[in-house]
């Protein structure tokens, strides 16, 4: 079991070993019953202390997720977090569990495919707004006219009319570059890795805001990143804490989503937008801006982005279009300038020799016509009764001691509640009614926060939203007249 300690981050050995575990324990890399290594192993790997292990193990303890036998040995109580009595075979596979891995956290294995009813946790769109029976006429007569398109090999770079095709369409969104700027990636998830493969290693400072997507901490962590954080408040991220971070650091690259930004729904004003530029150039760091969904607006179109105001190319440019066009294209690209492009793109080689060109050629005659703006509409038309029906039920219905950040945008909503209240026992409770949201605490790269939870309005329909958002208010009221829910919940 591969636990990274960063010396630098500021959180105490202890509490890395024991959120290092938890990670790994969340993520289902550790079943129900898989013996831990012993203290004295796990203090001569990560080099730490005896008593930095036992304490980590203890409060592991305290909380339910670990069982200690005495002269057996620690084992993982995964029903802690499950909430209910499971006991397994013991598995043919446990071997598998010697072979260090890097990645503790993975946060989707732990969210996705689940089979509940109502999915808040689906930061996506409503399958029924996207234009899917266009894109199957057009995948229909592309493999009828060039069947070749599945017996050949496209670029790297990505296919050239879809290229082209971005340039017009990120023009039309004040996004400047050229053909030849443009990399066609397997979603934008993929281009934050090619960025953390290609310029993070171990050791690296890197500063990422938080909350912020959980992909992106993945990403980044799995290189064994030093991730530092700057909070981020009604206006992104905290730039004023950044000057001191970046003085104190010199972090090699700042991943940021200033638009509608994931999962607090904040937009970071010019202002700050100008003032990371500047510190970036002052410090030859890399900004990575990611930009799922910046045409999702409900009242004035954001500031311009980090990338237009780029004179030297600071900025590497993420756009996905899983979140206005289809996610199941997986088709994002991304944009950057000089040496930092060309390496980007000899790691899509390494990666995969490039995108799958059937899907490229399927949303091509998209986003060349007129329906791709027309589309746009329509969708922030919708989505924007969804925010507003998601922020009546929860005036309606929440306790007054919960809060939430009203977005002009975007798909998401953040949730805040008092921390006495733990979303690990919201997060069961609702999966009892088969609703899931995003707990808060997967958003966080270091020092996690528990009193908060994101739900997204976008992807299930109206009638689902409603009755969602009402029962996640009920547990709510339920809990707020318990009031010791969490003194009475010891296991979470
Ligand atoms: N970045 C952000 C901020 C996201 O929210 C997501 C998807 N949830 C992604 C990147 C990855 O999206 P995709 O790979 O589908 O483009």
């Given at each position: 079991?591969f636990?990274?300690?960063q010396?630098?981050?500021g959180?105490?050995?202890?509490?890395q070993?024991y959120?290092?575990?938890?990670?790994h324990i969340?993520s289902e890399?550790?079943e129900e019953?898989?013996?831990l290594?012993?203290?004295?192993?796990?203090?001569?790997q990560?080099?730490?202390?005896?008593?930095t292990?036992?304490?980590a193990?203890?409060?592991?303890?305290q909380?339910?997720f670990v069982t200690?036998?005495?002269?057996?040995?620690t084992?993982?109580?995964?029903t802690a977090?499950e909430g209910?009595?499971e006991t397994?075979?013991s598995n043919p596979f446990?071997?598998?569990?010697?072979v260090?891995?890097?990645?503790?956290r993975?946060q989707?294995?732990?969210f996705?495919?689940?089979p509940e009813?109502?999915?808040?946790?689906?930061?996506?769109?409503?399958?029924?707004?996207l234009p899917n029976?266009?894109l199957?006429?057009?995948?229909?007569?592309?493999?009828?006219?060039?069947?070749k398109?599945?017996s050949?090999?496209?670029e790297?770079?990505?296919d050239?009319?879809l290229r082209?095709?971005?340039v017009?369409y990120?023009?039309?969104?004040d996004?400047?570059?050229?053909?030849?700027q443009?990399?066609v990636?397997s979603?934008s998830?993929q281009?934050?890795d090619?960025i953390?493969?290609?310029f993070?290693?171990p050791?690296?400072?890197i500063?990422m805001?938080a909350?912020?997507?959980?992909?992106?901490?993945d990403?980044f962590?799995?290189?064994?990143?030093?991730?530092?954080t700057v909070?981020v408040?009604n206006e992104g991220m905290?730039?004023?804490?950044?000057?001191?971070?970046?003085?104190?650091?010199?972090p090699?690259?700042?991943y940021t989503?200033?638009?509608?930004?994931n999962p607090?729904?904040?937009?970071?004003?010019?202002?700050r937008r100008?003032q990371v530029l500047?510190?970036?150039?002052?410090?030859h760091?890399?900004i990575?801006?990611?930009d799922?969904?910046s045409?999702?607006?409900?009242e004035k179109k954001?500031?311009?982005?980090?990338?237009?105001?780029d004179q030297?190319?600071?900025?590497?440019?993420?756009?996905?279009?899983?979140k206005?066009?289809a996610?199941?294209?997986r088709i994002g690209?991304?944009t950057?300038?000089g040496?930092?492009?060309?390496r980007?793109?000899?790691a899509?080689?390494?990666a995969?020799?490039?995108?799958?060109?059937?899907?490229?050629?399927?949303?091509?005659?998209?986003?060349?016509s007129k329906?791709?703006m027309?589309?746009?509409k329509?969708?922030r038309?919708?989505?924007k009764v969804?925010r507003?029906l998601?922020l009546?039920i929860?005036?309606k219905?929440?306790?007054e001691?919960v809060y939430?950040?009203v977005p002009?945008g975007g798909?998401?909503?953040w949730?805040t509640?008092?921390?006495?209240?733990d979303?690990e026992y919201l997060?069961?409770e609702?999966?009892?009614q088969?609703?899931?949201?995003?707990?808060g605490s997967?958003c966080y790269?270091?020092e996690q926060?528990n009193?908060h939870?994101?739900?997204?309005?976008s992807y299930v329909?109206?009638?689902?939203?409603e009755?969602?958002?009402?029962?996640?208010?009920?547990?709510?009221?339920?809990?707020?007249?318990?009031k010791t829910?969490k003194?009475?919940?010891?296991?979470?």
């Amino acid at each position: 079991m591969f636990i990274e300690i960063q010396r630098k981050s500021g959180l105490s050995l202890t509490k890395q070993i024991y959120q290092g575990v938890l990670d790994h324990i969340r993520s289902e890399f550790l079943e129900e019953n898989v013996k831990l290594p012993s203290v004295r192993e796990l203090s001569k790997q990560l080099e730490v202390s005896l008593i930095t292990v036992v304490k980590a193990y203890q409060r592991l303890e305290q909380e339910g997720f670990v069982t200690s036998v005495q002269g057996k040995g620690t084992f993982v109580r995964r029903t802690a977090l499950e909430g209910r009595i499971e006991t397994k075979e013991s598995n043919p596979f446990d071997w598998q569990l010697s072979v260090q891995d890097y990645l503790q956290r993975s946060q989707f294995a732990r969210f996705h495919q689940v089979p509940e009813k109502i999915h808040l946790s689906s930061s996506m769109i409503d399958p029924g707004l996207l234009p899917n029976r266009y894109l199957e006429q057009e995948l229909r007569r592309m493999l009828i006219e060039n069947p070749k398109v599945l017996s050949q090999y496209g670029e790297i770079q990505g296919d050239e009319l879809l290229r082209e095709a971005m340039v017009g369409y990120l023009e039309k969104i004040d996004i400047p570059t050229s053909s030849d700027q443009i990399l066609v990636t397997s979603g934008s998830q993929q281009g934050i890795d090619l960025i953390a493969r290609t310029f993070v290693g171990p050791g690296d400072v890197i500063i990422m805001e938080a909350p912020t997507y959980p992909g992106a901490i993945d990403a980044f962590r799995g290189r064994g990143a030093i991730v530092l954080t700057v909070p981020v408040d009604n206006e992104g991220m905290r730039v004023d804490l950044l000057h001191d971070l970046c003085d104190k650091y010199k972090p090699k690259l700042i991943y940021t989503v200033p638009t509608f930004q994931n999962p607090t729904g904040t937009v970071m004003p010019i202002k700050r937008r100008r003032q990371v530029l500047e510190l970036a150039k002052s410090m030859h760091c890399l900004i990575v801006e990611d930009d799922p969904c910046s045409e999702i607006y409900f009242e004035k179109k954001p500031p311009a982005s980090l990338k237009s105001l780029d004179q030297d190319g600071h900025v590497i440019y993420l756009k996905g279009l899983s979140k206005i066009l289809a996610p199941g294209c997986r088709i994002g690209v991304l944009t950057a300038s000089g040496s930092i492009f060309k390496r980007l793109v000899a790691a899509k080689a390494n990666a995969d020799l490039g995108s799958p060109l059937l899907t490229q050629r399927a949303i091509t005659p998209f986003i060349t016509s007129k329906r791709m703006m027309e589309h746009l509409k329509k969708l922030r038309t919708a989505l924007k009764v969804r925010r507003d029906l998601a922020l009546g039920i929860l005036s309606k219905y929440a306790p007054e001691e919960v809060y939430w950040f009203v977005p002009k945008g975007g798909l998401n909503l953040w949730i805040t509640f008092p921390d006495w209240f733990d979303t690990e026992y919201l997060m069961l409770e609702a999966k009892k009614q088969h609703i899931t949201f995003l707990p808060g605490s997967a958003c966080y790269p270091s020092e996690q926060e528990n009193h908060h939870f994101r739900i997204s309005y976008s992807y299930v329909n109206e009638q689902q939203l409603e009755q969602g958002i009402k029962i996640i208010c009920d547990i709510l009221q339920k809990a707020k007249k318990q009031k010791t829910v969490k003194e009475n919940s010891p296991q979470f």
